[in-house]
């Protein structure tokens, strides 16, 4: 009987403080404000309203040589540099 007593009185307490904030890494992902619109077929796809694609959106990334490099980027090239350079400064 006690604990009863005991459970109703942290439940109204828990009520009586204000609600916790919640995260957006815990909001629901369809969740929606009470005044918003409804979805419609755009947002069902998730593509917003005011987007449309153009010709800029087929264009594949491609990495050129800088004017400044003679040669195109070699990753295990440069790592390579990298170590020199600190066993230059490290006294090896």
């Known amino acids: 009987m006690q604990a009863r007593k005991e459970v109703a009185a942290s439940r109204e307490a828990a009520a009586a403080q204000p ?3 919640v995260y957006p890494s815990r909001v ?8 918003a619109p409804p979805p419609g077929p755009a947002a069902q796809a998730g593509v917003p ?3 449309s694609p153009g010709p800029q959106d087929q264009l594949q990334p491609v990495r050129k040589t800088l004017p400044h490099e003679k040669k195109p980027y070699d990753p295990k090239e440069n790592l390579a540099r990298l170590k020199r350079v600190i066993n230059e400064r490290s006294g090896r």
């Open 49 to 51: 309203a005011a987007w």
């Open 28 to 35: 629901d992902k369809d969740w929606r404000p009470a005044n």
């Open 19 to 21: 609600p916790r904030p």
